[in-house]
């Protein structure tokens, strides 16, 4: 397993941008699926965006899209989600999750089996 540590996160105004990052210990992040997901107070966790080991194939819930943008460079063992226009209802901790090989459903949390401490994303209406 890898251990995941985001950044990135603050507080914004509506239609703001911001650049979260997820940095990935170990030689073998390259063959790790990996994930974004949030959780806002009193709600479930819930998947935003998805990307393949190789970042040929990505993954987006249907309120992010066209707005958020997930990426990874396996030459520096980070994944990041880039995400634009931002609203106040994207205000939750948003988190890196990984799994070593092939997902079959990338929305599913218990797919995963590592995550990340979570960075606090706020947006000010």
């Known amino acids: 397993q890898v251990q995941l540590v985001e950044s990135g996160g603050g507080l914004v105004q509506a239609g703001d941008s911001l650049r979260l990052s997820c940095a990935a210990s170990g030689r073998t992040f390259s063959s790790y699926a990996m994930g974004w997901f949030r959780q806002a107070p009193g709600k479930e966790r819930d998947f935003v965006a998805g990307?393949?080991?190789?970042?040929?194939?990505?993954y987006y819930t249907d309120s992010v899209k066209g707005r958020f943008t997930i990426s990874r460079d396996n030459a520096k063992n980070t994944v990041y989600l880039q995400m634009n226009s931002l609203k106040p209802e994207d205000t939750a901790v948003y988190y890196c999750?990984?799994?070593?090989?092939?997902?079959?459903?990338?929305?599913?949390?218990?797919?995963?089996?590592?995550w990340g401490q979570g960075t606090q994303v706020t947006v000010s209406s």
């Open positions: 999750a990984s799994r070593r090989g092939p997902v079959a459903n990338y929305y599913d949390t218990k797919v995963y089996n590592s």
């Open positions: 990307i393949t080991w190789s970042g040929g194939v990505t």
